[in-house]
């Protein structure tokens, strides 16, 4: 028996017609299914954002609004401020993004690669950070930042007090090590005998190869520093530093409904764009990785 043979659906039970049928109408079903659960969200959220309030409490299950509100967009961005959080947002998230690649490329190369004296303990806490959940150690992060030891300098209300906790990313770090653990010693042997030193080899051979591995890791800190919603919250306390995460909440308690469904249309738009875009890189990096949904 080879290994093609060893299916959940064996050769024969497709030929079957009644099965074929069946087989074929179920996978229709789970794929429609899947469909619906994915895009459903997305188009109720469109749908809303071009609906007037009075129609969203009269009809919300309706599939399109009887009259398209597209002063929705340009009232939510203009009465909201939601350009301003828009901005806000997109700071932070591209802060968090560089520190993450700063972080996870580095610490990876130097556990994988350099493997300094002590490294296996270090790999181990890293890995045991893993099994403790963020709120845990939320209060002694939070009075971190109140006051950098060290430095004695308060970063609550600036950036840096989102960018700098996001780099300490404990899974980005492993999955960086275990991608540089797969590239061949006998590339880093070859660059040391030409003359290389560990931040020549880092930067002109280990970074080009980790693509694959850059653009995972930015996907995951774009998507996590964009929909994070409780760190922001207590460290930036002025409501102008505030990202879109942070700002639609509080602002669903006065802003009319179809402006703030608006508001929320905008917000999960720049994401999904740029999933579009660096899909294919995106997949391959996945494949590459090993990572699992």
């Not at 469909?35 to 009269?58: D, K, M, N, Y």
């Not at 509080?250 to 469904?261: C, M, T």
């Amino acid at each position: 028996m080879t290994v093609s043979d060893r299916q959940l659906i064996s050769a024969a039970d497709l030929r079957r017609p009644g099965f074929r049928v069946g087989w074929t109408a179920g996978r229709i079903v789970v794929l429609v299914a899947a469909i619906l659960a994915g895009a459903g969200p997305l188009f109720w959220t469109v749908r809303s954002a071009l609906s007037s309030t009075q129609e969203l409490l009269r009809d919300p299950l309706a599939i399109w609004p009887s009259r398209t509100e597209w002063h929705n967009l340009s009232d939510a961005w203009s009465s909201l401020e939601i350009g301003r959080y828009l901005l806000n947002t997109l700071v932070l998230v591209g802060g968090s993004w560089l520190s993450q690649i700063v972080v996870a490329t580095t610490a990876g190369y130097a556990l994988s690669v350099l493997r300094p004296w002590l490294g296996r303990v270090i790999y181990v806490a890293i890995l045991a950070t893993l099994f403790v959940p963020g709120t845990v150690s939320m209060v002694a992060l939070y009075l971190t930042v109140l006051h950098v030891p060290g430095l004695g300098i308060d970063l609550t209300g600036t950036p840096l007090a989102v960018w700098l906790p996001a780099g300490a990313h404990a899974f980005n770090v492993l999955l960086a090590k275990q991608f540089f653990d797969g590239i061949p010693r006998e590339l880093f042997d070859a660059a040391q005998v030409d003359g290389a030193g560990p931040l020549t080899i880092f930067w002109r051979l280990v970074l080009p190869l980790s693509r694959p591995l850059i653009a995972v890791i930015s996907l995951l800190s774009v998507m996590s520093a964009w929909k994070d919603f409780l760190w922001p919250l207590i460290v930036l306390p002025d409501p102008g530093t505030q990202p879109l995460a942070v700002a639609l909440p509080r602002l669903a308690d006065s802003a009319d409904q179809a402006l703030l469904l608006a508001g929320m249309f905008i917000a999960f738009v720049p994401p999904l764009l740029i999933f579009i875009i660096f899909q294919r890189h995106i997949v391959q990096g996945i494949s590459f990785t090993g990572l699992k949904g």
